[in-house]
């Protein structure tokens, strides 16, 4: 092993140390050639290396990774959607035929793909007093809506980018289910 690749491995193993961020890219850049080679003395060292014990914020990170909370408390209570989307119409005093409208937009919800922010009161009491737990709890203190679909990059492809299409008019005129979910409407 030369001095440059001893030194280099050095530097990642006072990184690691620290608890800093590692930057391996830099230092395989800075190996040049040899760039394979302290690829594999890296993977080595961190395969031996002592773990360090994950921060508030990492786990936080990796649970988020999971089900949705809404999700996990609705599937821990041994509940159908059916008995959320029925305790939700009953709750704000909508018609049955509103059902199904319900039924949509609470999957959204529970799936993590609509913002909780705007959701009405009155829908997480329902909620809430179901899945025994709190709000914030179900939502999380930094919600992020899910992307409608995961972006893919390929260095290779080339892509062509189309004009926007204007939104679709609405079947129907928005109503007292979609000012529950999606918040007044200006």
């Known amino acids: ?22 930057d ?16 594999r003395m890296i993977e080595t060292f961190l395969a031996r290396a002592a773990r360090s014990v994950p921060s508030d914020a990492s786990l936080a990170f990796v649970r988020s990774l999971d089900e949705p909370p809404i999700l996990r408390a609705r599937v821990a209570r041994k509940l159908r959607v059916d ?17 199904r409208k319900v039924r949509r937009y609470y999957q959204q919800l529970e799936g993590g793909v609509l913002d909780p ?13 179901l899945l025994g737990r709190s709000r914030r709890s179900l939502t999380g203190p930094s919600f992020e809506v899910a992307p409608a679909a995961a972006p893919m990059y390929r260095a290779d ?12 008019a609405s079947a129907e005129p928005p109503d007292e289910v ?9």
């Open 157 to 168: 492809a080339v892509f062509e980018l189309a004009e926007p299409s204007p939104p679709a």
């Open 83 to 99: 008995d959320l989307v029925d305790a939700i119409v009953e709750a704000c005093g909508l018609r049955p035929e509103s059902r």
């Open 117 to 129: 922010e705007p959701v009405a009161e009155s829908v997480w009491e329902a909620i809430t007093s």
């Open 1 to 22: 092993m030369s001095t440059e690749l001893e030194t280099l491995l050095d530097e990642l193993a006072r990184r690691h140390a620290r608890g800093g961020p590692l």
């Open 24 to 39: 391996v890219e830099l230092l395989l850049t800075r190996a040049g050639d040899r760039a394979d080679e302290l690829a």
């Open 178 to 186: 979609d000012g529950l979910f999606l918040g007044a409407r200006e």
